[in-house]
């Protein structure tokens, strides 16, 4: 199935303070929201006890047993003599989130007796410093200058190193619940490790890998180019080092030189816009209702084939990305949702998450490029479209979305968008950039969550099955994962609470999709 638009933006990287005009009638605050985030210090201990530690592989904090069983902060290795990274990495404008995370959940069952399984925890552990000595930023720490510069530091004050979380269960596995993740909240407090995991084990042999990265320092590309990293070393098997990076600086220019020639302040790329100031205040949206939806292979097949038009070609992903489009469109439109002051009265937005890497010439990225490249194609159709429930409509959405894509992801337009962050007129001070899409969607369908990469080494093997954790989705979200085993793509939509009735009878997502 061909997914061209893929991304990984998580609902963590679309809720920025900067980037997200939210809808009118919203009632919740971020702000409030981080000011209610726990202190790491109940999870691990302060960071200036954390430092001390620095001359130990391991450390364990044993917590209440009623809570963990066990919480390690695991530090760097020093198997390697590897160059050092620069102990100050300035973040790129394509970094600037808020401190939320990343976070999937890889499922696998135990392989041989549960009274070995403490085996396979310490090969884990052992493993992960290693990673950690190889991909040393990720053993850092995120902090903040003076002028307002957040940065990736590793000087020796800054190796944290890894929350590494064991909670074995007397009861079997039943559902999913937020005690799965190795962190609480939507927002990692100051001085938080940037790379945490936790392991769950139950009594049925389903063991839950959860693993948990700052989105600041990377996205879902980044997140499994390090967990595929750990996988390796925990099979014993050797590093292609060739796949790390050599440079660790957020300079993503380097590898599309050449390619904007322009002079003067780089305009907006479309959608995007400069304020004058930054802005004091944190969006609000309002409550949303979180539905999913499972597409089969064969409701895919006849989704394109309806969705298609005549003359042009789109992929299964665009005419999924419409479909989903216009049952939020249309479900607003019947509920009375009140638009945003930032929506055209005769458009809507989309804000369409991409991966940018393998559009570097040459694909120069591939294995040389640590940090976020996320590039957001914001495109608009009319809503008299997406507003008829009919495969006509919904094939001239998909093939705005397929146009879109063709001209926003050129070399030249990305060497035009980082051209954009980086000019000084526009990065300082930061925060000024801002871009708004009515709805905001992900495909994660081209990651391969539970693939052979994935093998976590003797006692787990590869993960069966593998979802995305989260706590809060800001209406009018749309996240799509493709189940390994089936090749089913399971959708995420949201929609503002009083528009839920309508979405769940859409004419259009009934016909092609079931919810679960």
């Avoid at 009638?25 to 430092?51: C, D, E, M, Q, V």
């Avoid at 042009?312 to 216009?326: H, R």
């Avoid at 495969?391 to 030249?412: D, M, N, Y």
């Amino acid at each position: 199935m061909s997914h061209e638009f893929v991304g990984s933006i998580s609902f963590s990287s679309v809720a920025m303070i900067e980037l997200v005009p939210l809808r009118l009638g919203a009632k919740f605050k971020w702000n409030r929201y981080l000011r209610k985030a726990p202190k790491i210090s109940k999870l691990i201990g302060s960071a200036s006890s954390i430092t001390s530690y620095t001359h130990l592989t391991l450390r364990e904090i044993t917590m209440s047993k009623d809570l963990l069983n066990e919480t390690t902060i695991i530090l760097p290795s020093s198997k390697h003599n590897l160059p050092k990274p620069p102990t100050v990495i300035p973040l790129h404008g394509l970094d600037l989130v808020p401190p939320i995370h990343i976070e999937i959940r890889h499922f696998f069952r135990i392989r041989g007796p549960a009274s070995v399984f403490a085996d396979t925890i310490n090969n884990l552990k052992v493993a992960l410093a290693e990673a950690l000595e190889i991909y040393l930023p990720v053993a850092g720490t995120v902090l903040t200058q003076e002028d307002g510069q957040i940065y990736n530091s590793t000087d020796s004050t800054s190796i944290i190193g890894a929350s590494f979380i064991l909670d074995v269960k007397d009861e079997s596995f039943v559902k999913e619940t937020e005690e799965l993740s190795p962190r609480s909240g939507a927002f990692l407090p100051p001085g938080s490790p940037i790379f945490a995991a936790k392991i769950t084990q139950y009594t049925c042999g389903t063991v839950i890998l959860t693993g948990s990265l700052n989105h600041q320092v990377a996205d879902l590309a980044g997140y499994l180019d390090f967990v595929h990293l750990w996988a390796t070393l925990a099979r014993g098997e050797a590093v292609d080092f060739s796949s790390v990076p050599k440079d660790w600086q957020r300079t993503p220019k380097r590898f599309f030189e050449g390619l904007y020639t322009e002079q003067g302040v780089p305009n907006p790329p479309p959608g995007y816009m400069v304020l004058p100031k930054p802005p004091t205040e944190s969006p609000t949206f309002a409550e949303s209702a979180i539905s999913y939806w499972r597409f089969t292979q064969d409701d895919i097949k006849r989704l394109k084939n309806n969705f298609s038009p005549p003359t042009n070609w789109i992929s299964s992903g665009d005419a999924l990305a419409a479909l989903c489009w216009g049952a939020i469109t249309r479900a607003r439109n019947a509920a009375g949702i009140a638009r945003s002051p930032l929506s055209d009265p005769d458009n809507e937005k989309l804000a369409m998450a991409a991966d940018g890497r393998q559009r570097a010439p040459d694909d120069a990225m591939k294995g040389s490029y640590y940090g976020n490249f996320n590039l957001l194609i914001i495109l608009p159709v009319p809503r008299s479209d997406l507003l008829l429930a009919t495969p006509e409509a919904g094939s001239r959405a998909a093939l705005r979305i397929r146009q879109a894509i063709g001209k926003q992801l050129q070399p030249k337009e990305i060497a035009h968008k980082i051209a954009f962050y980086e000019a000084p007129e526009n990065a300082k001070p930061s925060g000024r950039i801002i871009w708004f899409g009515d709805v905001i969607m992900t495909n994660w369908c081209k990651f391969d969550l539970v693939g052979p990469k994935l093998d976590m080494g003797p006692g787990m093997g590869k993960p069966f099955h593998a979802t995305a954790g989260g706590v809060i989705y800001p209406p009018g979200y749309v996240r799509m994962l493709q189940e390994g085993p089936s090749g089913d793509v399971v959708i995420l939509v949201t929609v503002e609470v009083p528009a839920a009735e309508h979405l769940f009878a859409d004419a259009l997502m009934t016909k092609y999709a079931k919810m679960v």
